[in-house]
């Protein structure tokens, strides 16, 4: 979808930009039986101490159940009712209707209209948009998303807005996948996945414009190091804009703040690794 650039009215107006939801179903008629409540965690732990920040305020969100197996589902079909906007995720969902009566969200991949049929099966399925099956029923160069990491486990990779991966090869047990982080990976070829690249791809060119945007979506104020006094933070200090003066960028704790790289090691998922993601210059 395209987006949607406003008239600078105001400030906030100038710089802001929004996705274009005409596509979108107007006045969708999902069932509420698949929204829930929330409770939000403010960034505060089970003590009620801050473990992340940054977090707070926003407005209210429900949340969708979403079907990242449909295993449940397999070998029927089923038809694309509407096409409705989430807004605890970039991507958008798809409402679908199975003809043995059943009713689910799912994601919905990129150029889905509404009468779409969709359908999951452990065979080899079309390769239309949002039809499901195996990793090992897919040829190589097929983009797929909503991956399964575990067999019957659901979707755990490429969920995000435009995000798919790549088939490169199918070999005995596994099927090696590249993902549009540059990683290649294997992945057992048993597992599932949906066909397609996710709708709103245009999603990373939408821009805030404005603070209060920000707010509403919980993310609370960042205040830099440098505008700090040294007792709050190895960056602060000085007279007037001085640089951090420090080897490297730190914490407020005194850690490395730049690239350090935060996977475990000696992880037992490595072996499955082929090709590192892409470092950053």
């Known amino acids: 979808m395209p987006v949607k ?10 710089k802001s930009s929004v996705v274009d939801y005409s596509r979108l179903t107007k006045k969708p008629k999902s069932p509420k039986s698949l929204t829930r409540s929330k409770k939000r965690s403010g960034g505060r732990n089970a003590q009620g101490k801050i473990s992340v920040r940054h977090i707070g305020g926003g407005s209210r969100k429900k949340v969708r159940t979403i079907d990242h197996s449909r295993l449940d589902r397999l070998d029927i079909p089923a038809r694309v009712k ?6 605890r995720r970039s991507a ?11 009713r689910r969200f799912v994601l919905a991949p990129s150029k889905t209209r509404v009468g779409d049929r969709f359908i999951a099966s452990e065979k080899k399925v079309e390769l239309n948009p949002g039809n499901r099956s195996m990793l090992k029923n897919f040829p190589a160069g097929t983009q797929i998303h909503d991956i399964e990491l575990l ?11 435009g995000a798919y991966a790549t088939v490169m090869a199918i070999e005995e047990r596994y ?13 057992l070829a048993t597992c599932m996945a949906s ?25 609370r104020p960042s205040v830099r190091g440098k505008a700090m006094n040294p007792v709050d933070h190895p960056h602060g200090g000085g007279e007037g804009r001085n ?9 407020p704790w005194g850690k490395h703040a730049l690239g ?10 490595d072996k499955f690794i082929v090709q590192r993601r892409k470092e950053r210059r």
């Open 175 to 187: 099927a090696t996948l590249k993902l549009q982080s540059g990683e290649n990976r294997k992945i």
């Open 195 to 219: 066909v397609g690249q996710l709708s709103n791809v245009d999603h990373a060119n939408e821009r805030i414009g404005k603070a209060g945007r920000k707010r509403n979506m919980g993310v």
């Open 151 to 161: 067999p019957g486990k659901g979707g755990q990779l490429a969920r995000s807005a």
């Open 243 to 251: 640089p951090i003066g420090l080897t490297h960028p730190k914490t």
């Open 5 to 14: 650039a406003y008239n600078p009215t105001s400030a906030g107006r100038r």
């Open 260 to 269: 350090v790289r935060t996977r475990r090691k000696h992880k037992p998922s």
């Open 82 to 87: 509407s096409l409705e906007y989430d807004p």
């Open 92 to 102: 958008f969902l798809a409402f679908i209707a199975y003809s043995d009566g059943a």
